[in-house]
C-alpha cells in the first residue's frame, strides 16, 4: 500500500477498508508516514467524512497502537464520563466524588486544556503537591481504597490519537465528527470502564455549533460504545454560555468546592445531580435526582474529593486557599439591565489571554488568573 493512494481515495469520496485505515494508521505511529500525509488525510476526512463502519474501524486501530487498562480488578461496575471540551466546565471535580459516595466506583483519566476549553488536570494541579501521573497499580488501588481518582492520560494510551490530536490542532481538522468520535471513544474504550457518559457541548463555545451536529456526533460515539460492550449514553449541554460562575484553574476549584458544599448557584448544581442520576444508572444503582442532591447537601460528596485531593499527594490546606492573583479588576454597570448572553468562546479566550489556558500545548499556565461572573 501506499499512503498517497488513501489519502486520494478519501479525497474522492471511497470508503476505505479496515486494511486500509489500518497501514495509515500503524504507519502514522511508527513514522513511516510523515505528518504531511497524514495532514492531507486528515483534510480529506473533513471534506469527505466517513461512514459508520469506517469510523468504527479507525477507533479500534487507535486503540490497538497503546496500552489498554484493564479495571477488572475493581470490583463493581465501572463508570467513566468524557466532555467535548468547554469554558468553564469543572463538571468533572464535582461529579466525579459525587459518584463515588454512593459506592459507584470511578476510574477517570482526564485532560489538559488548549485554545479557549479548560481541562480538568490544569485545574487539580493548582492544588499544591497534587500528582496527575501514576502508575496504572496506583491508579486501581487508589479506586479500590477509596472509590475514585482522577489521572492525567498515559502517554503509553492511544499513542495515535495523541500524535493525530496535536496535527488536527494546528492543521483546522478539529471539528470534524469521525476524527472528534474516533478520539474520544479510542481513548474512553482503552481507558476500561464498563460504562461511559459522553457530555457533548453545543454552541458558541463548542467545537459543535448546531444541534444537528451535536447530535450525530452523541449517536456515532454511542454506536461505537455499544459495539464494543460498553453501556454508552450521551447527554447534550448548552455551552453558548461559560458554565457556573467561574473559568480559570484556581477559581474553578474554588467554585467546585461550593457546589460540593450545596453552595453553588441552582442551574449547575442541578445539572450535574442530574449527570450523577445517569453515570449512577448505568451503573444499576436507581437514584431520584433529590436523593443525589443530599450527597452535596450532607457533605458526602466533599469528603470523597478532599479524600482524592489527599490520596493523590494534594494538601488540603492549600485547597481552600482563595487566589492569589495580583490585580483584581472589577467591571461593574452603570445603569440597571439584563445579561443577554455571555458568549463562552469570547470569554474563554480573554481568559486564556489572561494566563488561564494555553494557545500552543507548550504554554505555562498561570493557575491563579480567570474570570468570575456575579451575573449570568
Same mark, same amino acid.
Given at each position: ?16 477498508? +479496515? ?7 500503524? *504507519? ?26 469506517? &469510523? #468504527? ?14 479495571? #477488572? ?7 467513566? +464520563?468524557?466532555? !467535548?471540551?468547554?469554558? *468553564? ?13 454512593? =459506592? ?10 488548549? =485554545?479557549?476549553? =479548560? *481541562?480538568?488536570?490544569? +485545574?487539580?494541579?493548582?492544588?499544591? *503537591?497534587?500528582?496527575?501521573? %501514576? ?10 481504597? &477509596? ?53 457533548? !457541548? ?34 447534550? !449541554? ?6 457556573? !460562575? #467561574? ?17 453553588? %448557584? ?20 436507581? +437514584? ?69 489556558? %494555553? ?18
Amino acid at each position: 500500500m501506499r499512503a498517497v493512494d488513501i489519502i486520494q481515495k478519501k479525497r474522492d469520496g471511497f470508503e476505505l477498508s +479496515k486494511e486500509e485505515i489500518q497501514w495509515l494508521i500503524d *504507519g502514522y505511529v511508527a513514522g513511516s508516514v510523515p505528518d504531511y500525509q497524514m495532514s492531507a488525510f486528515a483534510m480529506a476526512v473533513y471534506f469527505k467524512g466517513m461512514t459508520t463502519r469506517e &469510523i #468504527s474501524d479507525l477507533t479500534m486501530t487507535m486503540v490497538g497502537t497503546g496500552q489498554q487498562i484493564d479495571l #477488572s480488578e475493581i470490583s463493581g461496575i465501572k463508570v467513566d +464520563k468524557h466532555s !467535548t471540551g468547554g469554558v *468553564g466546565d469543572k463538571v468533572t471535580l464535582i461529579l466525579v466524588p459525587l459518584v463515588a459516595s454512593f =459506592g459507584v466506583p470511578v476510574a477517570k483519566m482526564s485532560g489538559r486544556g488548549l =485554545g479557549h476549553t =479548560g *481541562g480538568t488536570i490544569d +485545574k487539580l494541579e493548582s492544588v499544591k *503537591g497534587f500528582q496527575v501521573e %501514576r502508575s496504572q497499580e496506583e491508579f486501581i488501588k487508589q479506586v479500590q481504597d &477509596i472509590g475514585l481518582s482522577v489521572i492525567g492520560q498515559s502517554d503509553q494510551l492511544v499513542k495515535a490519537d495523541k500524535l493525530l490530536y496535536a496535527l488536527r490542532d494546528v492543521t483546522a481538522t478539529v471539528d470534524t465528527i469521525p476524527l472528534i468520535a474516533s478520539s474520544v471513544m479510542s481513548k474512553k474504550i482503552a481507558a476500561g470502564a464498563d460504562s461511559i457518559l459522553l457530555d457533548v !457541548t453545543v454552541g458558541e463555545g463548542a467545537f459543535m455549533k448546531n444541534i444537528e451536529d451535536a447530535r450525530q456526533l452523541a449517536k456515532t460515539m454511542v454506536e461505537l460504545g455499544k459495539a464494543v460492550g460498553r453501556r454508552t449514553v450521551a447527554v447534550i !449541554t448548552d455551552m453558548s454560555q461559560p458554565v457556573g !460562575t #467561574s473559568i480559570g484553574n484556581r477559581l474553578e476549584i474554588l467554585e467546585a468546592l461550593e457546589i460540593l458544599q450545596g453552595k453553588g %448557584r441552582e442551574d449547575v448544581t442541578h445539572f450535574i445531580c442530574e449527570l450523577a442520576q445517569i453515570m449512577l444508572s448505568l451503573a444499576n444503582v436507581e +437514584k431520584t435526582v433529590e436523593e443525589v442532591r443530599e450527597h452535596l447537601m450532607n457533605g458526602s460528596a466533599l469528603h470523597k474529593f478532599e479524600a482524592m485531593i489527599e490520596a493523590q499527594g494534594g494538601n488540603k490546606e492549600d485547597l481552600y486557599r482563595p487566589s492569589s492573583a495580583q490585580y483584581i479588576v472589577e467591571v461593574s454597570v452603570d445603569e440597571s439591565g439584563y445579561i443577554s448572553e455571555l458568549p463562552a468562546m469570547e470569554f474563554g479566550l480573554f481568559a486564556m489571554r489572561l494566563g488561564a489556558g %494555553r494557545a500552543v500545548k507548550s504554554d505555562d499556565l498561570d493557575f491563579e488568573t480567570g474570570i468570575v461572573f456575579e451575573k449570568k
